[in-house]
């Protein structure tokens, strides 16, 4: 697969814009997905929002493997950072407005010994199609700002109130200017936040295909309808899918446009299970 890079312009003004409201925020929420938490984090954001406190939620937890995702959660806890996890389409709010209530709780009190009774302000922040617009709608309960499945959506920030004193800013997605981590970038673009128009969908779909057979032959071979001694070579496997699922043209040929297609919505929907692409590190017993 040639390398990936993707930054179109609006991500530059995004930066620069984020950087100046930086001063203005008391917290920072960063959303990364639970089937890639290092992959979906922009070493960039962590770079800039170092020094606030932050809360790292790992969205989308209902697609990937419980087990998975409660190694991750204890990954970032050593690490210092207060992660949870989250599912944007029906998560409990009740937990993450706790963790925010927690992390500013400091802003509060400062502002409490100045005599000052003003709102806490918090930023989200996160790659493209994180679902960092969808988890907004949620805390708020309603559709407030624009969330799509898809990334780039989001193009220039709002801010939603969410109480009396809890405002929340919706950012643009980012990706890094340089994607030096080519591994991670594929990730990137199976997960969907990164253009497919911008990659050959048929590498990129038999590329994930072939991964999700790695990682879970069992799932993979029953959602795509694979033979037992299916060859697990990425083209192989995509003509098995297409034999197994009649994605066939005339003349019964391979119909692999459709198939990539397919192959990449349904992963991303969660049709081939509960499924993470990155794993972490099991912890040490030192």
């Not at 993707?6 to 008391?26: E, F, I, K």
């Not at 309960?141 to 959506?153: E, F, H, N, Q, T």
């Not at 003349?251 to 349904?266: F, K, T, V, W």
Request: net charge positive; glycine share 6%; hydrophobic share 40%.
């Amino acid at each position: 697969m040639p390398q990936i890079n993707w930054y179109p312009g609006h991500m530059a003004r995004s930066r620069r814009l984020l950087q100046d409201q930086l001063r203005a925020v008391d917290a920072v929420i960063e959303l990364c997905d639970a089937r890639a938490p290092l992959a979906t984090r922009n070493p960039d954001l962590e770079r800039l929002t170092r020094d606030k406190a932050r809360i790292l939620i790992l969205n989308k937890a209902d697609l990937a493997d419980d087990n998975d995702t409660a190694r991750w959660l204890e990954h970032f806890r050593r690490q210092g950072l207060t992660a949870l996890r989250f599912n944007s389409n029906g998560g409990k709010v009740r937990d993450i407005l706790a963790r925010i209530d927690q992390a500013t709780k400091p802003a509060r009190d400062r502002y409490a010994a100045r005599g000052v009774k003003k709102s806490i302000r918090t930023m989200v922040i996160g790659i493209p199609n994180v679902g960092k617009s969808t988890f907004i709608n949620r805390l708020y309960g309603g559709s407030i700002v624009k969330a799509a499945d898809r990334p780039g959506v989001t193009r220039s920030n709002q801010w939603v109130k969410l109480g009396p004193y809890l405002e929340i800013l919706d950012t643009p997605g980012m990706l890094p200017p340089r994607m030096d981590d080519q591994d991670g970038a594929k990730l990137l673009a199976y997960l969907g936040s990164i253009r497919d128009q911008i990659m050959d969908t048929e590498e990129l779909a038999s590329g994930l295909l072939s991964l999700l057979y790695a990682i879970n032959p069992a799932a993979t071979s029953a959602r795509f309808k694979l033979s037992m001694d299916v060859d697990p070579d990425p083209s192989e496997l995509m003509e098995a899918a297409c034999r197994g699922r009649g994605w066939l043209l005339s003349g019964a040929r391979y119909d692999l446009d459709r198939a990539s297609a397919l192959i990449l919505d349904e992963f991303r929907a969660g049709k081939v299970g509960k499924i993470t692409l990155q794993r972490a590190e099991p912890a040490s017993d030192r």
